[in-house]
């Protein structure tokens, strides 16, 4: 069992096109030139396509066979991270302090390799192949673009793949249930009245208020949600104060909240609020709280994970599956299209003890990936579409 040849035969293009995108990252929402180096490749295939927001590209594939084919939406995620490139390789970041450091390079590599093998198998298909080239994804701001334009409506299936460096190249991770938590990023705002330090009774100190919230904001966890349940409350950022002889008459907390289940991400963020709001009430303040959602819990649906599971069985070992991978507590926006599609989002192993900075953890300035790991994440996304576009009933 092995990689498809009309897969290898992408090797070189593969490859390159990942050092290409690797060289020149751009962060989220800025992605301007890597939309255009997408918009010429597809170009260069025949694949017609059109900007979604400013820096997003959706392209599409009809198949040309006789018939009502299916509908497959295929997602990349192509920003960067605002930080150096520490790497000692002739394809590392030449855009300083931005590196590609949790594979999107990879990604949008993978993913014009793949509609270059369906554009040249278009006449075996039919139905349509929609590509997502997707901006923002760290910061949760780019899959609701596209759901805002409607561009799953009709689709059966959205796939998705992410490298994943703690996991041996070769293995793919095909996982049910929940894989990734919920994002949000939460503001607190405590407003007290300022006085002098040596006068605290005639003041309302925000800084203390936002101690006292601070503390009890770890309740949510420790006595207020299942032990079972996984939830993480963190604070951050805390600011109070101007001057240290002046009661703070203003103070701020940040922070973020991660979930797997939709019911306890409401509790937990609604937690947040009333903690803040009865905590400076108390005191003698007010509290104001701000919600930003990030994204949403990432849950594989199990049917569409049964059906990659035996796509990929066709082609690559099974002992090479991981069907039990540990979910993670970091966020993936590709839960904003699996709300709305039925699908699922694998993890292809890029760690390779031969390169160390393979094994490296992802938002890491040393970060690097096997590259021959893009082969076998193209031949699932290839496979998988052409599954669900000549095969499933």
Known sequence: MAIKEYILAEKEYLVNMRRQFHAHPEVSLKEFETCKTIERELDSMGIPHRRVGETGVYGWIDGKKAGDGKIIVLRADIDALAMDDLKDVPYCSQNSGVCHACGHDAHTATLLGTAKVLKQKENEFSGQVRLFFQQAEEIGQGGRLFVQE?????????????????????????????????????????????????????????????????????????????????????????????????????????????????????????????????????????????????????????????????????????????????????????????????????????????????????HHGLFDIDEEAMLLSCNTYVDYALWVLQEMS
Not at 189 to 216: C, F, N, T
Not at 248 to 271: K, Q, S, Y
Not at 276 to 290: K, S
Not at 296 to 302: C, H, K, T
Request: glycine share 8%.
């Open 150 to 362: 409607n561009l799953l409506d009709g689709a059966a299936r959205v796939f998705g793949a992410h490298v994943a460096s703690g996991l041996a190249s070769g293995k793919i991770a095909l996982t049910k249930g929940p894989q990734n938590a919920s994002c949000d990023y939460f503001k607190i705002k405590i407003k007290g009245r300022g006085a002098h330090v040596s006068m605290p009774h005639l003041g309302v100190d925000a800084a203390y208020i936002a101690a006292q919230v601070l503390v009890a904001l770890q309740s949510i966890v420790a006595r207020n949600t299942n032990p079972l349940e996984t939830v993480v409350v963190g604070v951050g950022v805390l600011r109070a104060g101007t001057q240290y002889n002046i009661i703070a008459e203003d103070a701020e907390l940040e922070g973020t909240t991660r979930c797997f289940l939709p019911e306890v991400r409401n509790f937990t963020n609604e937690r947040i609020r009333q903690i803040a709001e009865h905590t400076a009430e108390m005191y003698g303040g007010t509290a104001e709280v701000e919600f930003r959602d990030y994204a949403a819990p990432l849950i594989n649906d199990g049917q569409a994970v049964e059906e990659v599971t035996q796509v990929v069985e066709r082609f690559w070992p099974k002992e090479k599956i991981v069907p039990d991978f540990e979910k993670a507590l970091g966020a993936d926006d590709f839960a904003d299209f699996l709300a709305v599609t039925k699908g699922m989002y694998a993890f292809v192993g890029t760690g390779n003890p031969e390169n160390p900075n393979t094994m490296v953890a992802h």
